[in-house]
């Protein structure tokens, strides 16, 4: 295929780098498992710098969701957990998502029963914003659950 896009056929290697050098440009190969093998003629450097452009305009577009912590306990009181849901809603609507996570001390261990009731509420709480990523869980001393931002219908 030469710089312009037209198809030039089946030749050697040897022509096809010919060709490439008489117009003193490039010789890539496109898809080197294809049978014969379909190369390109093209200025490598200008294609590099071109890629590598609308790779970071790419990347200016896209917005990384990042990842917000908060920690409750077994025996938060209603008003502390409310006001603990209000920041996980804040986060939610920014698009972040939401890390909750309850350390279990001592005797709380024994009870994790009741860490994994209060993570359930706690996404009650936030069910309007958003939706369960990854339930409650015990990790060590820990019982974690991640929430995610529900889709905003597209009007």
């Known amino acids: 295929m030469s710089e312009t896009g037209e198809q030039l056929g089946i030749m050697s290697s040897v022509q096809a780098l010919r060709m490439a050098e008489a117009r003193s440009l490039d010789l890539v190969k496109i898809a080197p ?3 014969p093998p ?3 003629i093209m200025d490598y450097g200008k294609f590099r710098f071109e890629q590598s452009r609308r790779e970071k305009e790419a990347r200016k577009t896209q917005r990384q969701a990042e990842m ?3 920690e409750i306990s077994v025996g938060i009181a209603q008003h502390d957990l409310e006001f603990k849901v209000g920041h996980a809603l804040r ?3 920014d698009g972040h998502k939401v890390k909750v996570f309850i350390k279990l001390r001592g005797r709380e261990m024994a009870h994790s029963n009741l860490a994994h009731d209060r993570m359930r509420e706690f996404a009650a709480l936030c069910a309007g914003v958003s939706s369960v990523e990854r339930p409650s869980k015990l990790e060590g001393r820990q019982v974690i659950m991640f929430l995610t931002p529900k889709e905003k219908p597209t009007k």
């Open 33 to 35: 498992q294809a049978k």
């Open 91 to 93: 986060f939610l609507e």
């Open 68 to 70: 917000k912590a908060i």
């Open 38 to 40: 379909v190369v390109k």
